[in-house]
């Protein structure tokens, strides 16, 4: 079969020729259909992200550990629980079946591959309890996953949805996605500052953060009060940090904003089923509408490589 081959931390993926699997007992065969390529791959690739450390010891590898394919009855199903050197960058992969859920009807592959993305918008509501009405804002909005957060705050019934980012043109693109107001990251820190204090109205009542980092504390001084008031709180879910891996947080950031501060994985244990099931029906629907990109598994070298794809996910499908 052919697969994508790293030999090296942070090498880029080789086509190479390599033995088909065969699957052991409890195992199940699947034919590669789909494989988004996302952030956390290249990361670990890399060897900078914190799970990165039996992939890296596993080298030559074969990087991403989750996919959609078919068995071979045509099924189509989700599979993951790769173990490194194996991974879903190949024609063929073997996994335990328990690792192979299908997936529902009505789904393309490219669709159900990115399913993940649409699916850490929902932490809005599962991790904080979104209403409808609330104001939203999305840290991080013109990636692939925060384009969706918008528009899963928007189907949600958020009565106000900020969005920031750092190209103008991208976020111009997202009031047609649902966003009312933009804000740019690229600025001085006192204009970010200002620029979150002058969108937010009422009050943020819920921020999706994909970015952590300086925004993030930018924003932690914005909502903090410079009088003795008693702000209304604002819960942020931190869901990713392409703006940084840490924060640097004033004390009365947390006394006196209102500012709670969740992981994504809140209540996602008994939110998950529901979650998933919501976004499911808005995709079949055609609510909910993921942009994906994709590539033939020939050109991996090159697809990985691509910096062009603001706000598209990267996914590579057979030849």
């Known amino acids: 079969m052919k697969a994508a081959v790293v030999d090296r931390a942070g090498g880029i993926p080789q086509l190479r020729d390599l033995p088909d699997p065969v699957p052991r007992e409890g195992e199940v065969l699947i034919a590669v259909e789909a494989v988004a390529v996302e952030n956390v791959d290249r990361a670990i690739v890399a060897g900078t992200h914190y799970t990165a450390a039996a992939f890296q010891a596993a080298l030559p590898a074969i990087p991403c550990f989750d996919g959609v394919g078919r068995l071979p009855d045509g099924t189509l199903v989700g599979f993951g629980g790769l173990q490194p050197p194996h991974g879903a960058l190949a024609q063929f992969v073997t996994v335990p079946a328990a690792y192979a859920p299908p997936i529902p ?7 159900a591959v990115v399913l ?8 809005m509501r599962v991790a904080a309890g979104l209403e409808e009405g609330e104001t939203v804002l999305v840290q991080g909005a013109t990636g692939v996953a925060g384009r969706l957060a918008v528009q899963v705050a928007r189907l949600l019934g958020a009565g106000r949805i900020v969005a920031t980012g750092r190209d103008d043109a991208a976020l111009a693109d997202l009031q047609r996605l649902g966003a009312d107001e933009v804000i740019s990251t690229a600025v001085t820190d006192d204009e970010l500052v200002d620029a979150y204090r002058r969108h937010r109205g009422d009050g943020y009542d819920v921020v999706v ?31 990713g940090e392409s703006a940084g891996s840490s924060i640097r947080l004033s004390g009365d950031a947390l006394r006196t904003s209102g500012l709670e501060i969740y992981g994504a994985a809140r209540n996602l244990a008994t939110g998950m089923q529901a979650a998933y099931a919501q976004v499911v029906e808005w995709i079949r629907s055609g609510d909910l509408v993921i942009d994906v990109t994709t590539m033939p598994l020939s050109r991996i070298s090159e697809a990985w490589q691509r910096t ?12």
Do not use: N, Q
């Open 105 to 111: 009807e009505g789904i393309e592959p490219t669709a």
């Open 116 to 123: 993940a993305s649409a699916i850490s918008a929902m932490c």
């Open 209 to 239: 953060d994909y970015l952590w980092g300086r925004p993030t504390e930018m924003l932690a001084r914005a909502l903090t009060p410079e009088s003795f008031v008693m702000p209304k709180p604002t819960r942020l879910v931190h869901v």
């Open 308 to 319: 062009d794809l603001r706000g598209s996910r990267l996914v590579i499908v057979p030849d």
